[in-house]
């Protein structure tokens, strides 16, 4: 029985359907790696790509992968990557770095996607700040400290690097185990994004095998 690891990391096809299944896999939040280019070759891995400014994307992580996390389990690290489109949405990108640094996610990267979806101007790395340290009561030093870092900092490189190594070109979008790609494109009838993606861990539904 597969069973997952969740960390985190942002994707824009509409995602169909936005009730949670049920599956044998089911998937928890650890703490980050400082690597994201490293391979946990003892467990399954999942990547997702994500955009904060992504509707799609929130709806795939609050109706689909938040409850998959809250399901417990440990053998499948599923890491989130912030895609950056555009240069409105790096300093969310950034932030949500930061907070992994600082062990703050996933509730500070929860606020924060609930907060972009809303409104609200996080446009900037002093909106951000403000918002760290009102949405989660984060040190306001710390949080800059680890915004401004040389570790967040190859954290975004690493993000951006494995954005061009796997050819993401829209959000949500999903790496399984580095070999396939699974994305909005794929979702038909009842099924949601995250029922191809279990398939997929469970050896069924290949998804589109990567040429790396």
Partial sequence: MKRLL????PILFVVAGCASTSSDTTARQTAAPTDYLSYP????EVLVFFGYQCNPCHNFYRQELAQ???AGADDVSVVYVP????????????AFHAAEVLGANPVFHARLFDAYQSGVDLSSQKAVMAFARSCCDIDP????TAYESELVERRMDQAEALLYQFGVRATPSVIVNREHLVDGSMVSGNQTLLDIVKARLNGQTPGR???I
């Avoid at 070759?41 to 399954?44: G, S």
């Fill in 209 to 211: 095998s990567l040429a």
């Fill in 83 to 94: 895609v950056v489109f555009s240069d409105a949405v790096y300093p969310a990108a950034r």
């Fill in 141 to 144: 030093v710390a949080f800059r």
């Fill in 41 to 44: 070759n003892d467990q399954a």
């Fill in 6 to 9: 969740l960390v985190m990391l």
């Fill in 68 to 70: 998959w996390s809250a």
